[in-house]
Structure formats: structure tokens, C-alpha cells
């Protein structure tokens, strides 16, 4: 008898080993069909599990995972009837499948749906991690649904003394700016025109950053607006205001690039206050607007009407020299070379002075009058000597001469312009770098036949992501490798990298296993490089990866055990606390990119 006990005991953990080695076996090859994308027969096999293990399926969440491959499979019915699912047996996932929920009524315009959703969430599962992004949508629900006081009710916590703060309570000013912006709407559309005067007003003295207004600070002086001059002559004409206020809410909307309503403002401070200091610059901001959306004609009326009436004002000398500029635009070279001498004999101290010099060779490059060019290339090295305005000059030079095909002149300049620790780069028009140079230099030494030292030189310039010049070099080192008589020095140069790959110092390996995957395309030689260039990675110190594990149990536990990681990882991250800086940092990064955020991944391990 102890001996059948015993049998079948035995029996039933084998059974029962199987049982569970098969189920992993299976969980193990939906994951593998849902990575691979194969929707269709990942939803067969978790149907079949559904029907072969029901307490399993349940108790390990595959009808959120079915919910979800449904949803990406664009089978919204079967996502829903899972989602549906997961929530009545409230489940772990239950908050984030009411969240799924609310999303697909959405997406389908369905805003009651989207409603019934997020308020059970909100009513059952207010601690979880998702309740707080719910309780935005559910607000913003009920602004485009029109439910102006439920809207109130949210964003206030049912405090209407709390509205006319700008709580710090959040860690992100944006975020709270944008609620306080949906709540003073919520207001003014629901006839609270006080209460939302109060929260606009904040929102504009308390702008992060006033010279560079938000989208936040433009919707409360949208609102203001509205307020002050009422619905039939919003975007018509500018409410009575004091200059002040007027000038804050113009300079707000120029750099938000709302030039029409800017320039009500504008013009309400020229008409009301033409005596004010500030009238010059009121015009040429109009003037600056017309600039921007390329009606030039009228911006030199207004540069003109400054040099006409405030010839003395400081905003005369930018006026000058936009004016000058816009007549470029308009094919009137002569009045803009004007202008610019214009500036030159009458401010010939002032801090824009070389943009005069320079924009001066610019107007005569455009008329292809290359000797007037030159001349001025000339004058700006010899007035701006030992300045940035010199190297931009002689960037200039160089470049009328490879226009010219006159290639000798061409490189002195571009020699010359290696000797320079400042060239302006992307911070002044017309700058240059020294990648820049280094290619026109390769590009330069090509035409002159100094093959060889044409592919030193594109060489020297790295190629790989953002290094724009640097695959503009590789480019041209491949159209090289096709034509004769270029063709030698790449195959020379090829010849001599590949000795170079065994070299002893592990840096000369790497640089030449990269330079070869730039000259060639032969598989052997290709194949060679990148195995050496792999070797020499393998010798670097490898980041310490380690499992993230959260509380067993929680959502983000369940989630990572299904692979959903688009869904767990924010839990993940408030769950166990890992710093983005911190020795976790590239452990989490590893979890982020198989979440399919690359944005996130990047900003922890590009540092």
C-alpha cells in the first residue's frame, strides 16, 4: 500500500513538473511570436491557453497580453473584451487595462467611453501609478465634452480657493502651468470670467522665462485679450491697456510668432502713446513680423519710417541694417549696399558693424560681382584683424574662389583658416567649422590632383552619427575609389590600413579598422576590419547590468514577466528608485530600449 502511495505521488509531480515546463515552454514562444511582431498566431496560441489552462491564463494576466497584441494587431473589439476582462476581475493590471480602455475610445472620437473608463479607474485603483495621468485626461475629457464645472471640480479637488495659485506641488513647472491654463479656460467658458482672469494673470507673472514666453503664457494672453475686448473684436483690434501691458502681451505674441495679434499691441502703444520712447521699437518689432512671413515691401516701410522719423533713436541703427537686408530680398541691391555704407560711416564703433562688412559681400556675391567681393573680403580682414568677423571674411574668400574653379587661392585661404581658434560655427551667419574646412580643404586637393592627400584629409574628419561632414567625406572617398586616376591612392591607402590592423597598439587597430570600412567595400577586407574593430571594443570595461526587480506582485513585476515593458517601465523606475546617474544607470537604460524608448536610453548612457 505504501508503495502505491508512493507511485502515485511520484506520478503526479512528474505530471505536475511537466505541466509547468510545458506552460513556460509556451509562455516562452508567444513572447518570442509578439517580439517577432506575428500577431495572428501569437493571439492563436493565447486563445488555445485560455481554453487548455484557464486558472493559469487568469492568474498570470495572458488576457492582458491578448488585450494588448489585439490592440497592436488593430483588433480593438477582441482588445477591449480582454481589457473588459482583466478589469472586472480586478486584477493587478486592472488600472492599466481601464487605461487601454479610455485610450481606444479616444482614438475613436468616443468621449463618454473615454469617460466611464478613466472615472472607474479614478474610482477604484486612485493609488495606482497610472491614476494621477488619468485624472489630466479625465479633466480635459470633460473641457472637450463641454463639462466645464466637472472640469473645475478636477483640476481644484473640489477647492475652488485653490484655482488662483500656481502650486509648486508637481516637479514640473510645465505641467503644472498647462493644468493652471485648461482651468482658467474652464472659467472663462463656463461665465467665471473673474476667476479666470486671476489664474491668466499668474500665469504671465509667473513665466518661467519672460524672454522666451511658453505656449502657456500665449493661451493666457489669448485669454486676457478675449476678457478685455470681448469675442466679436478678439484678433480684430487691442483692448484699452496701460503701455505696459500692452507691450508684454505683443512681445508675447512676436515670439510665439503671432505676428497680426502682435502688432495690434504694437500699433495700440504707437497710436495711444506717440510720445513714449518705446514707439521706435514698436515699429521695427511690425516691421520684424513683416519680415518673418516675407512681406518685405512693407517691412522697409516700416525700417523707412523709423530712419524718416527717429533717425536719432538707438533702434535706428538695427532698422538700417534690416532695411538694408530686406531690400536684398527684394532684388534691389543698390539701395541695400547703400543702407550698409550707410551704417558703416554713421556707427563705425557700433557692435553690428561687421554684419554691414559681411552682408556687404554677401549682396555682391549675389550679383555675381566676384572682384566687388573680393575687394570687400579684403577691407572686412583688414578692419576686423584678429577678430571672428576676419575668419568669416576669409571663409567667404575661400569660397568665391572654389565658385571660380580657382583652386591654388582657394587652399591658401583654407590653410589659413585652419590658424583660427574661433570660427563661428553655427553661432554667427556665415560661420564656419573646422570639419567644414577640413572636407572643402579634401575637396579642394581633389581637383588638384593631390589624390593621396585628398583621402588624408577626408579621412581626419570622423564619420558617424551628427558628423554631417564627415559622411560627406566618406562619400566622396567612395566616388574616389570608382574613378581613375583616384582610384590608386585609395587602393595604397587601403593596402597600407590593413597592415596597420596589426599593429600592437589597440587605438592604431581601431582607427584603421574604421578607416577601411570607409574606402572599400571589398567583403574580405570589410570583414577583417569590422573583426578587428569588434576585438578592440571587447578589451573595453563593460557596464555592470543587472535584473531590475520590482515588488513581487506589483503591476510592473507582471508587466516585465509578459514583456510589456512600454507599460512597465515607469512603474519600474518609481518602484525601485534606480537613479538615471546612479550605478543602476545602465541597467535601467538596457530595460528603457526594450520598451522601445530610444529617447530615454540615449539621454542615461550618451552622457
Request: hydrophobic share 40%; proline share 4%; aromatic share 8%.
Amino acid at each position: 500500500m505504501k508503495c502505491l502511495v508512493a507511485i502515485i505521488f511520484t506520478i503526479t509531480i512528474v505530471t505536475l513538473t511537466a505541466s509547468a515546463q510545458d506552460l513556460a515552454d509556451v509562455h516562452q514562444r508567444i513572447l518570442r511570436l509578439v517580439a517577432d511582431q506575428d500577431y495572428v498566431a501569437a493571439i492563436a496560441d493565447l486563445e488555445r491557453l485560455r481554453s487548455t489552462e484557464p486558472s493559469a491564463f487568469e492568474s498570470k494576466d495572458y488576457d492582458y497580453l491578448l488585450a494588448r497584441v489585439a490592440e497592436s494587431d488593430g483588433q480593438s473589439a477582441l482588445a477591449i473584451i480582454n481589457y473588459q476582462a482583466v478589469a472586472a476581475r480586478h486584477s493587478v493590471l486592472a488600472a492599466y487595462a481601464l487605461a487601454h480602455l479610455s485610450q481606444i475610445a479616444r482614438a475613436t472620437g468616443n468621449l463618454m467611453l473615454e469617460r466611464l473608463a478613466l472615472q472607474k479607474l479614478l474610482q477604484f485603483y486612485s493609488d495606482s501609478f497610472v491614476a494621477t495621468v488619468a485624472r489630466e485626461r479625465l479633466a480635459k475629457n470633460d473641457f472637450e465634452s463641454a463639462n466645464y464645472g466637472e472640469t473645475i471640480h478636477l483640476l481644484t479637488g473640489g477647492s475652488p480657493e485653490n484655482s488662483s495659485t500656481l502650486s509648486q506641488t508637481t516637479s514640473s513647472t510645465r505641467y503644472t502651468r498647462e493644468r493652471q491654463a485648461l482651468l482658467a479656460d474652464a472659467y472663462l467658458r463656463s461665465g467665471q470670467s473673474q476667476e479666470a482672469r486671476n489664474i491668466f494673470t499668474l500665469l504671465l507673472d509667473k513665466t518661467p522665462n519672460p524672454s522666451q514666453p511658453d505656449d502657456v503664457a500665449l493661451s493666457a494672453v489669448k485669454g486676457l485679450d478675449l476678457l478685455d475686448g470681448g469675442a466679436d473684436n478678439f484678433g480684430k483690434s487691442a483692448p484699452e491697456l496701460t503701455e505696459q501691458e500692452y507691450l508684454r502681451r505683443a512681445n508675447i505674441y512676436q515670439f510665439n510668432r503671432d505676428y497680426a495679434r502682435a502688432k495690434l499691441h504694437f500699433d495700440a502703444v504707437i497710436d495711444r502713446f506717440p510720445n513714449s520712447d518705446t514707439v521706435p521699437d514698436c515699429i521695427f518689432q511690425i516691421g520684424r513680423g513683416y519680415s518673418q512671413v516675407s512681406n518685405f515691401v512693407e517691412a522697409a516701410g516700416q525700417y523707412e519710417r523709423i530712419l524718416e522719423q527717429y533717425p536719432d533713436s538707438a533702434t535706428a541703427r538695427d532698422a538700417m541694417l534690416q532695411d538694408a537686408s530686406v531690400y536684398a530680398r527684394l532684388g534691389k541691391p543698390k539701395e541695400a549696399l547703400s543702407r550698409y555704407r550707410q551704417f558703416i560711416d554713421k556707427y563705425p564703433a557700433d557692435e553690428k558693424l561687421d554684419r554691414a562688412y559681411l552682408n556687404t559681400i554677401d549682396v555682391y556675391r549675389d550679383q555675381t560681382e566676384d572682384f566687388q567681393a573680393l575687394k570687400w573680403c579684403a577691407k572686412t580682414q583688414e578692419v576686423f584683424k584678429g577678430k571672428l568677423p576676419e575668419a568669416v571674411a576669409v571663409f567667404d574668400e575661400a569660397r568665391i574662389y572654389v565658385a571660380q574653379n580657382d583652386w591654388r587661392h582657394a587652399l591658401d585661404d583654407l590653410e589659413k583658416l585652419r590658424t583660427f581658434s574661433d570660427l563661428g560655427g553655427t553661432s554667427i551667419p556665415g560661420g564656419t567649422t573646422a570639419a567644414e574646412i577640413n572636407f572643402l580643404k579634401g575637396f579642394v586637393l581633389e581637383q588638384l590632383g593631390r589624390h593621396s592627400d585628398a583621402v588624408d584629409t577626408y579621412l581626419s574628419i570622423p564619420d558617424g552619427r551628427s558628423e554631417y561632414y564627415g559622411w560627406l567625406a566618406t562619400e566622396r572617398l567612395r566616388l574616389m575609389a570608382k574613378n581613375d586616376p583616384a582610384a590608386a591612392s585609395i587602393t595604397q591607402k587601403v593596402d597600407s590600413l590593413s597592415v596597420a590592423l596589426k599593429a600592437r597598439d589597440a587605438e592604431t587597430r581601431r582607427q584603421s579598422a574604421l578607416a577601411l570600412l570607409r574606402l572599400t567595400e571589398s567583403p574580405q577586407v570589410r570583414d577583417t576590419a569590422i573583426a578587428t574593430f569588434a576585438a578592440t571594443l571587447s578589451a573595453l570595461p563593460k557596464p555592470q547590468l543587472r535584473e531590475l526587480s520590482p515588488p513581487a506582485g506589483s503591476a510592473a513585476a507582471k508587466l516585465i514577466a509578459l514583456e510589456l515593458f512600454d507599460d512597465a517601465m515607469p512603474e519600474l523606475a518609481a518602484d525601485i528608485g534606480t537613479s538615471e546617474s546612479g550605478e543602476d544607470a545602465f541597467s535601467l537604460a538596457s530595460y528603457w530600449i526594450r520598451a522601445n524608448r530610444g529617447d530615454r536610453t540615449l539621454s542615461i548612457i550618451e552622457p
